[in-house]
């Protein structure tokens, strides 16, 4: 009942019927705006995706330093372009960290040798310097049982299996 009355008091302005043509018109001109908006938002978002996986592309597949650099570029000159959504900032974390794993990001010195181990054969190019190795070779696990949290020091280096991507 409350209701009703207060409808019943509501107060609408109403603009003569020629008036309210061109309101409609107004409104039906700026909706087709918004639309040929979202259009062209869309299509950014799709192109910014295909520039950022190419530019992720032409540095994974970089076979020179020279490829690797210009590559890489790419990405350092668009950075905010390519990182503006979850997904780009989720992109550049995993080539980041496989250029660190490929030994990409930091200047070798080809006359070190980090350990005494025979290297084998691995699946991609290292850096001269560095050695493909077993874990076995390099580290003790397996057969330890539980270890306390408390007696793991801060400079220990602990790999989980969860830390292992399946391939």
């Known amino acids: ?20 043509d061109q309101i409609v018109a107004k409104i039906d001109e700026l909706m087709a705006l918004c639309d040929q ?7 950014r978002d799709s192109l910014r995706t295909a520039a950022r996986k190419s530019a992720i592309d032409a ?18 000159d668009n950075w905010t372009t390519y ?17 660190a794993v490929r030994g990409a990001l930091v200047d070798n010195h080809p006359t070190e040798i980090p350990f005494d181990v025979e290297s084998i054969e691995g699946p991609y190019d290292i850096p001269s310097n560095w050695r493909w ?18 007696s793991i020091r801060k400079s220990d280096w602990i790999l989980d299996l969860e830390d292992i991507e399946k391939s």
């Open 1 to 20: 009942m409350l209701f009703r009355s207060i409808l019943k008091h509501l107060l609408l302005p109403i603009p003569p019927r020629s008036e309210q």
């Open 37 to 43: 908006l979202e259009t062209a938002s869309t299509e």
């Open 59 to 76: 540095v994974s597949t970089a076979s020179t330093s020279d490829e690797l650099s210009t590559a890489w570029a790419r990405i350092r």
């Open 83 to 99: 990182a503006d959504t979850r997904e780009g900032i989720t992109d550049l974390r995993s080539i980041i960290l496989d250029l």
């Open 133 to 150: 190795a077993k874990l076995e070779d390099i580290a003790n696990y397996g057969g330890r049982g539980n270890v306390l949290p408390l």
